[in-house]
């Protein structure tokens, strides 16, 4: 088994991040100029722009460095690439069965040189922006890189690949930092590409399932159209024509809140046993920085790419941003691939493990590691992000008016009714009343409602209608009646609350 830095007798050191002077440089290893199509985990070559050969390579060598590659941007422009690509794969036949015996594949030479027991490997990215230093191991792994469920995956054309059934914006801890605090899926499926549909359904894929496959040579993580879309307006970006790209509106309040949060992008998939698992990649490590020859200042962006996924025969391409979060692993002697999730920056010590010719599954950590390991570089929000208003269609807004119209019709209607009803009973009371001087009976204290001493009996808050006497005024006593001189220690009808 070895482990990244490789050490061997003429001390040839395989790097990371790409290949280093070093490999070039040492004794048995020649540069040639054979151009690289980006596979990592694959071993095709072409030899000029046109040809493409696959194992073995016309070059003379034994390891062949793939040397120069040019990267062409949607505006037109190219530049080269600045990482180099290591292959690490076999040679597969048409029918993607793995053949042990080419030594021109890098893991056969160190197993039938016994430095190493399996024909297999285990591979982290880890993250620059927190000094988290990648994992490689030749012939086994780090366990501590290996955290929770771990899927099962088959190999096309050299690569393994997965389903992938779903996307999603989440929160691991506390408040979500997002515009609209309940968004959950942003995954638009595959259906209308054709292409893609009939690939999957060859692979067994159920309805909207894509083929995704596992490739550290591209940088970023490609997705069907209308899923980078989705999230992305769920996010401060925007759109950049000439690169291709979602760059971050750093100036945003949102984009501190989002990046500096919990927050994360999942994937959840469906490996070859159909066993359903999520891994998580945290947008502390979806803050990424283009810098020249690319563009000539750095401008960050979000590594989300959309895509028909055409390039790669209707399938999509999950590159070393989505592998900063993921472990990815393979058992070229079982045809078989391991994806699962890795930790943060803070995980827990080196525990390197062999991989056995005959092994189809690997042990791993605890999930909960994925939490501890990322608590000291996440801010846990206490309050949600500003919630969106839902958005009414015009026929609901105008059955919403109509409707409050309605109601307030109603409600006016019932004042009017009760006030005439009140103002007849008022006047019944008045007729009854007429040609009686009466003096209202004050005794101790008022009840509540009744009148004071010095304020005038409550009758005559009631407007007067036609004919009756003002509140100033004497009652009417024109006619034959009689003055009535008997004083009367009556309540008034009003005051009692009969009717």
Same mark, same amino acid.
């Given at each position: 088994?070895?482990?990244?830095?490789?050490?061997?007798?003429?001390?040839?050191?395989?790097?990371?991040?790409?290949?280093?002077?070093?490999?070039?440089?040492?004794?048995?290893?020649?540069?040639?100029?054979?151009?690289?199509?980006?596979?990592?985990?694959?071993?095709?070559?072409?030899?000029?722009?046109?040809?493409?050969?696959?194992?073995?390579?016309?070059?003379?060598?034994?390891?062949?460095?793939?040397?120069?590659?040019?990267?062409?941007?949607?505006?037109?422009?190219?530049?080269?690439?600045?990482?180099?690509?290591?292959?690490?794969?076999?040679?597969?036949?048409?029918?993607?069965?793995?053949?042990?015996?080419?030594?021109?594949?890098?893991?056969?030479?160190?197993?039938?040189?016994?430095?190493?027991?399996?024909?297999?490997?285990?591979?982290?990215?880890?993250?620059?922006?927190?000094?988290?230093?990648?994992?490689?191991?030749?012939?086994?792994?780090?366990?501590?890189?290996?955290?929770?469920?771990?899927?099962?995956?088959?190999?096309?054309?050299?690569?393994?690949?997965?389903?992938?059934?779903?996307?999603?914006?989440?929160?691991?801890?506390?408040?979500?930092?997002?515009?609209?605090?309940?968004?959950?899926?942003?995954?638009?499926?595959?259906?209308?590409?054709?292409?893609?549909?009939?690939?999957?359904?060859?692979?067994?894929?159920?309805?909207?399932?894509?083929?995704?496959?596992?490739?550290?040579?591209?940088?970023?993580?490609?997705?069907?159209?209308?899923?980078?879309?989705?999230?992305?307006?769920?996010?401060?970006?925007?759109?950049?024509?000439?690169?291709?790209?979602?760059?971050?509106?750093?100036?945003?309040?949102?984009?501190?809140?989002?990046?500096?949060?919990?927050?994360?992008?999942?994937?959840?998939?469906?490996?070859?046993?159909?066993?359903?698992?999520?891994?998580?990649?945290?947008?502390?490590?979806?803050?990424?920085?283009?810098?020249?020859?690319?563009?000539?200042?750095?401008?960050?962006?979000?590594?989300?790419?959309?895509?028909?996924?055409?390039?790669?025969?209707?399938?999509?391409?999950?590159?070393?941003?989505?592998?900063?979060?993921?472990?990815?692993?393979?058992?070229?002697?079982?045809?078989?691939?391991?994806?699962?999730?890795?930790?943060?920056?803070?995980?827990?010590?080196?525990?390197?493990?062999?991989?056995?010719?005959?092994?189809?599954?690997?042990?791993?950590?605890?999930?909960?590691?994925?939490?501890?390991?990322?608590?000291?570089?996440?801010?846990?929000?206490?309050?949600?992000?500003?919630?969106?208003?839902?958005?009414?269609?015009?026929?609901?807004?105008?059955?919403?008016?109509?409707?409050?119209?309605?109601?307030?019709?109603?409600?006016?209607?019932?004042?009017?009714?009760?006030?005439?009803?009140?103002?007849?009973?008022?006047?019944?009371?008045?007729?009854?009343?007429?040609?009686?001087?009466?003096?209202?009976?004050?005794?101790?204290?008022? /009840? #509540? %409602?009744? =009148? !004071? $001493? &010095? *304020? @005038? +009996?409550?009758?005559?808050?009631?407007?007067? /209608? #036609? %004919?009756? =006497? !003002? $509140? &100033? *005024? @004497? +009652?009417?006593?024109?006619?034959?009646?009689?003055?009535?001189?008997?004083?009367?220690?009556?309540?008034?009808?009003?005051?009692?609350?009969?009717?």
């Amino acid at each position: 088994m070895l482990e990244a830095p490789i050490l061997t007798d003429n001390t040839t050191r395989l790097s990371v991040n790409g290949v280093s002077d070093d490999f070039a440089t040492t004794g048995g290893i020649q540069r040639q100029t054979c151009y690289g199509n980006q596979y990592t985990m694959g071993v095709e070559f072409r030899q000029n722009d046109d040809d493409y050969v696959t194992y073995p390579p016309s070059c003379n060598t034994s390891v062949a460095i793939l040397d120069p590659c040019s990267i062409s941007l949607p505006d037109g422009r190219t530049y080269d690439s600045s990482a180099g690509n290591l292959g690490l794969g076999g040679v597969f036949d048409i029918e993607d069965n793995f053949d042990p015996d080419a030594d021109n594949a890098i893991l056969v030479q160190f197993k039938k040189s016994n430095d190493i027991g399996s024909i297999s490997f285990g591979f982290h990215m880890g993250s620059t922006l927190f000094n988290q230093s990648g994992s490689i191991v030749l012939g086994g792994y780090e366990q501590n890189r290996v955290l929770g469920p771990v899927g099962l995956l088959d190999f096309h054309r050299n690569f393994p690949w997965i389903f992938l059934e779903d996307v999603t914006l989440g929160v691991e801890l506390g408040a979500s930092p997002f515009k609209n605090i309940s968004i959950g899926s942003v995954y638009q499926g595959i259906q209308g590409n054709e292409q893609a549909v009939g690939f999957a359904s060859s692979l067994g894929a159920r309805l909207n399932e894509a083929v995704v496959k596992i490739n550290p040579a591209v940088p970023y993580i490609y997705l069907p159209y209308g899923t980078c879309e989705t999230a992305a307006s769920n996010l401060p970006v925007t759109w950049n024509s000439s690169l291709g790209l979602f760059t971050w509106n750093t100036e945003d309040p949102l984009f501190s809140r989002i990046v500096g949060s919990s927050a994360f992008l999942g994937f959840h998939f469906v490996d070859r046993n159909r066993m359903r698992f999520t891994v998580k990649v945290p947008f502390r490590v979806l803050n990424l920085t283009l810098t020249s020859p690319i563009v000539e200042q750095p401008t960050q962006y979000f590594p989300c790419k959309p895509s028909n996924g055409t390039e790669y025969e209707g399938t999509w391409q999950f590159g070393r941003a989505f592998l900063q979060a993921a472990f990815a692993g393979a058992n070229y002697e079982q045809t078989t691939g391991f994806l699962a999730q890795a930790p943060g920056p803070d995980g827990e010590g080196s525990i390197v493990r062999d991989i056995p010719p005959e092994a189809t599954i690997i042990e791993s950590s605890s999930i909960d590691w994925f939490q501890k390991s990322w608590d000291p570089f996440w801010t846990v929000l206490e309050e949600p992000g500003p919630k969106t208003p839902p958005a009414y269609s015009a026929g609901a807004i105008g059955g919403i008016a109509a409707g409050s119209a309605i109601a307030l019709l109603i409600i006016i209607f019932g004042v009017f009714l009760w006030r005439r009803i009140r103002r007849r009973s008022v006047s019944s009371g008045s007729e009854s009343d007429k040609g009686t001087i009466e003096k209202p009976r004050y005794e101790g204290l008022p /009840e #509540l %409602g009744g =009148p !004071l $001493p &010095h *304020q @005038m +009996p409550d009758v005559f808050k009631e407007p007067a /209608e #036609l %004919g009756e =006497p !003002l $509140p &100033h *005024q @004497m +009652p009417d006593f024109h006619g034959q009646a009689e003055l009535d001189t008997t004083l009367r220690y009556e309540m008034l009808v009003h005051d009692t609350g009969l009717r």
